[in-house]
């Protein structure tokens, strides 16, 4: 008699389940949504700009630095990302800004902006600026454009072409880093993902991560193959950055002046810095050039003040599994 109560308690609740997420999943469609700015949506805003981001989103840094510089004032409303918390991005009030589920998203007079190369240049056109973070001259423009496009985190699975921009090595070179920030995530958190990330691939990821841990994650084979691959094409795209500087003949990638490429650079070291990798990676030219970043106060104010507590606990703890010698720290010494 117990039993038939319990496979009946155990029926029920499955069915349950079921019919909350089929509930759930029609209520937070997601799918992709092309860049650039989407005149026919009209979300309730209070602020000409607002921005949705994430304190530790690459893409955020990018478009948080890009309005520092511009002096554009704008609302803030900031998202969680698994790595900061839990998925905010797929909540439904979050899908409603942006149904695929990304930050960052610009919103100007409540009409949304998505994909943060295209934001960049969004931002710049439209926001009220003394200052100008696109050249007038229209070979240095174009200059500008290539090295944004080497820059950028391109298309849903990055890691597939990390040969075509830097951006989309980053991923990969963030792993160890993501993975020493599962441990402040609990595993129910991911599991909101499986359900309902349109991206399974990335939560999987994730939950990987949790399982393997910093001693584990640099002995498994895929994962060590896309941080190696990773690695190589980084280092293959900042010897072309730094050619590019040095032949620029200025302090900045198009020469004397800074501009949106800069900032798209930036986030880039920015991030080779929260993953342990920036004195691996790179050169004392290099190193100067970011110094000359750091030294604006848009870095500091799109960077360094939104540093995440959890980040800087993932650093500490990729320090410490480095210094124990394992089979991470041999990636880190490739
Ligand atoms: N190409 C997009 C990439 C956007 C993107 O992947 N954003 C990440 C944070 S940097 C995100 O929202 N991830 C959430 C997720 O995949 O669950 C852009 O440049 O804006």
Redesign the pocket.
């Known amino acids: 008699m117990v039993g038939v109560v319990a496979s009946g308690l155990v029926i029920a609740m499955a069915v349950g389940f079921s019919a909350w997420c089929a509930r759930e999943r029609s209520l937070r469609r997601t799918h992709p949504m092309a860049?650039g700015a989407h005149t026919e949506i009209q979300l309730p805003h209070t602020a000409e700009f607002e921005l949705y981001h994430?304190d530790?989103?690459?893409?955020?840094k990018?478009i948080r630095m890009c309005l520092a510089e511009l002096g554009a004032p704008y609302l803030a409303h900031h998202?969680d990302?698994?790595e900061t918390g839990g998925?905010e991005?797929?909540s439904r009030r979050f899908l409603a800004v942006n149904p695929?589920?990304?930050?960052?998203v610009l919103v100007h007079n409540g009409h949304p902006v998505?994909?943060?190369?295209?934001?960049l240049a969004y931002a710049a056109e439209h926001a009220a600026s003394a200052a100008s973070l696109t050249p007038v001259d229209a070979a240095a423009r174009a200059v500008m454009q290539q090295w944004i496009d080497r820059s950028?985190?391109?298309?849903?699975e990055?890691m597939k072409a990390l040969e075509a921009t830097a951006?989309n090595c980053v991923p990969g070179l963030t792993v160890p880093l993501f993975t020493a920030m599962m441990r402040d995530i609990p595993v129910h958190r991911i599991v909101e993902?499986l359900l309902f990330?349109r991206?399974k691939m990335?939560?999987m990821g994730f939950l990987a991560f949790k399982l393997l841990g910093l001693s584990r994650i640099g002995a498994f084979g895929p994962v060590r193959r896309l941080i190696v691959s990773s690695r190589a094409e980084m280092v293959r795209h900042l010897a072309a950055l730094e050619g590019q500087i040095e032949q620029s003949g200025g302090a900045w990638i198009t020469g004397s002046e800074f501009t949106l490429a800069d900032v798209s650079w930036a986030v880039i070291f920015e991030r080779l810095q929260e993953a342990c990798w920036a004195e691996a990676l790179l050169t004392p030219g290099l190193q100067a050039y970011w110094s000359r970043l750091r030294a604006r106060p848009s870095y500091n104010e799109a960077m360094t003040a939104h540093r995440h507590p959890f980040v800087s606990a993932g650093a500490d703890r990729i320090r410490e599994e480095i210094a124990r010698r394992g089979d991470l720290a041999a990636v880190y010494a490739l």
């Open positions: 860049g994430n530790f989103s690459l893409c955020s990018k998202v990302l698994i998925y991005t797929l695929a589920g990304l930050v960052p998505y994909e943060s190369h295209e934001i950028s985190l391109i298309g849903d990055p951006g993902g990330h991206l990335r939560p």
